[in-house]
């Protein structure tokens, strides 16, 4: 694998595991408060404070809302600071300690500074006050849906050090500030209630945030404006499930439905990703998570969810996937070159010189035909060698006789240098593997057995192929020592990420069961060569 290219490829996933874990959590607190009882606000909004400053790596979030009648003095209703500090006071006259956060706030803009050191002099009052509490980094935001009026301020800050605020991380935090002021504004009376709820919405739909509301008995959808939008349906028109489901892509039907279900039996929250063709053919990818909502009989009523249009997450994905799989291309095209250059060179030449020196020990006589006699051993030894180096690096086998006979081929090589005992059980596979695949499983097995050979101690190890589910199964089991899957989740294996990664490469699965003393099965199925991916 190109090393130069390799910061690229982790900085790209990076990229799309945070954007990913930014997606999950708004839909989820989008979702939560939307219909969340007055009374569980304050410990939904400090477990979501919690979430946010792990998320962002931040030391510290707290909301100020304005004391009743007054738009200077604030009080601290919600405050996550797992580090501690001075306390922050109860109530706080913006106009003297925060001047000019105050001023920024009531006119809905952000203030933040990264140092204190880098604030103009009319921000001193306001600097002074954070370097009081310790504070190195804040950005202050209005607590505001956008339409609504400012409730009070939400900041969040560093003590432990100083940091920078991209444009990107502010508004993510702009849109956390405005999902939380959502939130409380709900917890007076109906009237407020209302009122929430349209924030909610105006919030939702500034993020691109589709809220929608399926009633499981007449099978209609109630969806906002952002919602219709992302399904392609005009407002005022009835929308039913079937009419979503006209316009989605038809593999991916199923997928809606089988979301719908599970969040009806398991009255958890349910998540379906699935592509959608719009009305001009261009085709959008969509994530939807719903919660069922029960009716007076206990029994699912309805779900309310939320719908994300992650159409550049997928297309970010897709060419993260084919850079990856080019680069493992490119990785075995190198092997496969330097194990001919192995075989046809560098093996003929020892095998010539072995030849060579057993003429001249023929000739030889006592000490010295001694001498050569252990050279050509080496030669020859040295010469194996280098044939099973050649064949660890690319099996010609697989491409010549395929993968069948190229797992009986390495279960034998690796009978014949362990102790352990090889079944191996290959069922005749009326339908082949592409090479891709084929190439994957085989490099999944080669790195099973060696882990067998490093680590398990095994006195027996099975090896199966066999088709399931329209696609090929490989299945590697040995009695050995086992391990805690759960410890290595913790300390990431480089074998088994290998084994994840390019079985993700061919749209193909891994399942590692093991437990201490009790043996470890690897399991890798990969699809059809034009299976889903």
């Known amino acids: 694998m190109d090393n130069a290219a390799m910061p690229v490829l982790d900085d790209l996933k990076s990229q799309l595991d945070r954007s990913r874990r930014f997606e999950e959590l708004t839909a989820h607190l989008l979702t939560q408060f939307v219909e969340i009882p007055s009374g ?62 105050l001023r920024e706030v009531l006119a809905k803009r952000p203030f933040l500074f990264t140092s204190p050191d880098e604030c103009p002099p009319e921000v001193a009052d306001d600097r002074a006050s954070f370097s009081h509490f310790g504070i190195k980094s804040v950005v202050v935001l209005p607590l505001s849906t956008g339409g609504g009026p400012v409730l009070g301020a939400a900041a969040f800050a560093t003590v432990r050090e100083e940091r920078a ?39 939702a739909e500034s993020a691109g945030v589709g809220l929608w509301r399926l009633d499981l008995v007449t099978s209609s959808y109630w969806l906002t404006e952002e919602a219709r939008r992302q399904f392609a349906f005009p407002e005022g028109k009835p929308v039913t499930q079937d009419m979503v489901l006209a316009g989605v892509v038809p593999e991916d039907r199923g997928l809606i439905l089988a979301a719908v279900k599970a969040a009806c039996e398991s009255r958890e929250e349910a998540v379906a990703e699935y592509r959608l063709v719009a009305p001009d053919g261009v085709e959008r990818w969509l994530s939807s998570r719903g919660r069922a909502r ?25 060419a993260l996937r084919d850079l990856s799989q080019r680069l493992i291309r490119a990785h075995e095209e190198e092997r496969a070159l330097l194990a001919r250059e192995l075989h046809d060179d560098l093996t003929q030449r020892l095998a010539v010189l072995a030849i060579d020196v057993g003429r001249t ?22 010469s194996e060698d280098v044939h099973t180096l050649a064949y660890q690096l690319h099996p010609s086998v697989l491409e010549e006789l395929g993968l069948a006979e190229a797992l009986r081929t390495e279960c034998e090589r690796f009978r014949s240098r ?15 593997a592409g090479a891709d695949a084929a190439l994957c499983l085989f490099r999944v097995a080669q790195e099973a057995l060696r882990n ?23 299945t590697v089991r040995d009695d050995g020592e086992g391990f805690d899957p759960d410890a290595v989740r913790d300390r990431p294996s480089l074998g088994l990420a290998s084994m994840r990664e390019r079985l993700q490469l061919v749209g193909g699965k891994l399942c590692v069961d093991s437990l201490p003393g009790e043996g470890t099965a690897i399991l890798a199925w990969v699809p059809p060569e034009n299976g889903p991916r």
């Open 452 to 474: 067998v050979e490093r680590h398990s101690s095994a006195g027996t190890v099975a090896v199966a192929l066999r088709q399931q589910d329209g696609g090929t199964l490989l």
């Open 40 to 101: 569980e606000v304050d410990a939904a909004i400090g477990t979501a404070q919690k979430r946010v400053c792990a998320l962002f790596g931040l030391d510290l979030c707290s909301l100020w809302q304005w004391t009743p009648g007054s738009q200077r003095y604030l009080r601290l209703t919600h405050d996550y600071r797992p580090l501690g500090g001075p306390p922050l006071p109860e109530r706080a006259d913006a106009q003297e300690m925060f001047p000019w956060s």
């Open 418 to 432: 362990s102790r352990a005992d090889v079944l191996v059980n290959i069922d005749p596979l009326p339908v082949a």
């Open 165 to 203: 605020w991209p444009p990107e991380i502010v508004r993510r935090l702009q849109l956390v500030a405005q999902i939380f002021a959502g939130a409380l504004g709900r917890r007076a009376a109906d009237e407020a209630l209302r009122e929430s709820e349209d924030r909610m919405q105006l919030a």
């Open 294 to 318: 029960l009716g007076p009989s206990g029994e699912p009523e309805s779900l309310m969810g939320v719908t994300v249009d992650v159409t550049d997450r997928k297309r970010a994905e897709a």
């Open 361 to 382: 020990e023929l000739a030889a006589r006592g000490a010295g035909a001694e001498r050569l006699r252990a050279v050509r051993e080496g030669l020859v030894a040295l």
